[in-house]
């Protein structure tokens, strides 16, 4: 079963904005990397924005100034706010969450990548 699930995808114009949203259920994410991530049809998923274990954000140029991560530890509920919204961000939108896993001397971050949601389609056009 699949952990999380993206919403808030839509239609818009050229300079609009969306938020986008990925409940993550199941697991605990704190303190560890959760990302957003987009892909065209006929292209590689690349990585758009993520938030590392420093809780250091970091974007690719395309989306700099435009699009904030962040992310609700308590509900591991993770925000994409796109703003200024254009063509080339049209896309299917992912999102990946690392889950916290605690031992007896503290914790490490397990990747799950190997799980992919449906994702949230954003389409902007005139």
């Known amino acids: 079963q699949v952990p999380q699930v993206e919403s808030g995808g839509g239609s818009v114009q050229p300079g609009g904005s969306l938020r986008l949203s990925c409940v993550v259920s199941?697991?605990?994410?704190?303190?560890?990397?959760v990302a957003w991530y987009r892909q065209v049809e006929g292209k590689e998923r690349e990585l758009v924005a993520s938030?590392?274990?420093?809780?250091?954000?970091t974007y690719i140029e395309a989306v700099k100034g435009r699009f904030t991560i962040s992310h609700d530890n308590d509900k591991n509920v993770v925000y994409l706010q796109m703003n200024s919204l254009e063509t080339d961000d049209t896309a299917v939108y992912y999102c990946?969450?690392?889950?916290?896993?605690?031992?007896?001397?503290?914790?490490?971050?397990?990747?799950?990548?190997?799980?992919w949601g449906q994702g949230t389609p954003v389409t902007v056009s005139p």
């Open positions: 199941g697991y605990s994410s704190k303190n560890c990397e």
């Open positions: 990946a969450a690392e889950r916290r896993m605690e031992y007896s001397g503290g914790y490490y971050c397990l990747t799950m990548k190997h799980l």
């Open positions: 938030i590392d274990r420093d809780g250091i954000s």
